[in-house]
């Protein structure tokens, strides 16, 4: 079966997964710049990082399904699983927030981080094993950002143990670990698109 159906759900998903985290923002109970960053500060940033991370993993989706366009049951319920894990975002963040970077909050946040990615990780492998994915080695690779953003989040988790600022550096350097783009998908299918047709 084609991906769109499948596409077009999780782009609604992860609208509404951004619009609940907006509406979790703490408003200043002044009018002024100054107000704003001392009632709100650390909102605007946890929502930053969390936003960022929806808009990473909503670009590799749409990238994963340029490159395939056809997928069967299992594929349907290992983007299920990577949309629940998603969906726990304003929840896992706000409670982050509220609790000013508590320890217990800090490390359920990188659980989440860890499930998220995980369960990206499982949909990869699933549409690896489908008959109309040959290409898909020669686009992306061994993935090896996203091993290795699981083990920074492993160690955010074990840093939050210390002090739960600690754990969030590693958080937000595998945020900007993935800002970085990644040109495969473009050129392979301006490749694709430039290949003469017989």
Do not use: C
């Not at 600690?166 to 595998?174: F, M, T």
């Amino acid at each position: 079966m084609k991906s769109s159906r499948l596409e077009a759900f999780s782009d609604g998903v992860l609208a509404i997964i951004l619009t609940i985290m907006v509406l979790e923002l703490h408003q200043p109970k002044g009018p002024t710049l100054h107000d704003l960053w001392d009632d709100a500060h650390l909102s605007l940033l946890t929502y930053l990082l969390s936003f960022v991370y929806i808009g990473i993993y909503w670009s590799n989706h749409h990238h994963l399904f340029q490159v395939v366009r056809h997928v069967d049951g299992l594929v349907l319920w290992a983007n299920l699983h990577l949309l629940f894990w998603l969906s726990l975002y304003p929840f896992t963040t706000s409670w982050m927030d509220q609790q000013s970077l508590a320890r217990t909050p800090t490390i359920v946040y990188g659980v989440n981080l860890i499930g998220a990615a995980t369960a990206y990780a499982i949909l990869v492998a699933v549409i690896r094993r489908l008959p109309t994915s040959g290409h898909f080695d020669e686009v992306f690779g061994r993935d090896w950002k996203g091993k290795l953003s699981i083990v920074f989040y492993a160690v955010g988790i074990g840093l939050a143990f210390v002090r739960p600022w600690l754990g969030v550096v590693p958080y937000v350097a595998v945020a900007l670990m993935w800002l970085i783009p990644d040109r495969r998908v473009e050129r392979w299918l301006q490749e694709r698109d430039e290949m003469p047709t017989v």
